[in-house]
Structures are given as C-alpha cells and as structure tokens.
C-alpha cells in the first residue's frame, strides 16, 4: 500500500470512527464530499483493499506485446536506422 493509500485509509477510518465529519476527511483528502462518501463506502465493503487503486498489477491494454517490443529494438539498433533519433523512430 502506497503513502498516499495509507492516508486515504486512516482518514476514512478516523471517519467511520467518528473522530471526523466527512466535510473534514474530504478537506484533508483534498477530495469532494462525494468521493469520500465513494470511498468510505469501499473501506466498509473491503476494509484496506478498499483504497487500492484497483489497476495495479495489471498490464495496460495499449501495451505492446514482448515481440513487437524487441522487433523494434533490433530494428533501432540496425545499422539501417543508426542516425535516426527517437522522434523519428517512433514515429
């Protein structure tokens, strides 16, 4: 769990607790009311896990397969497109 996800926790908490009003948590979260409201919502359905950004671990859908990736690496370092720069190659 990230800083900022363990912040996020112990605000909603303290929340739950009742130590603070949601005006407060959504104030020191720098949030809105309605997505504090989101998010206590979260920690009383799934504790902790509630917080965790629910992508992590996951690969992003516009990424590149691992084959695709090292055809373009042995293409760059070709002597084909050796003073080609980076813009260039990308595009």
Known sequence: M???????????RQWIEGYITGKQ????????????????????????????????????AHALSEDIRQKILNLRQSETYRHCNDVHFSE
């Open 25 to 60: 948590a959504a104030e020191l979260l720098s949030l809105s009311l309605r997505q504090v409201y989101r998010l206590k919502k979260r920690v009383l359905e799934e504790d902790e896990n509630g917080v965790i950004h629910k992508n992590r671990g996951r690969k992003p």
């Open 2 to 12: 990230s800083k900022k996800e363990l912040k996020r926790y112990k605000v909603i």
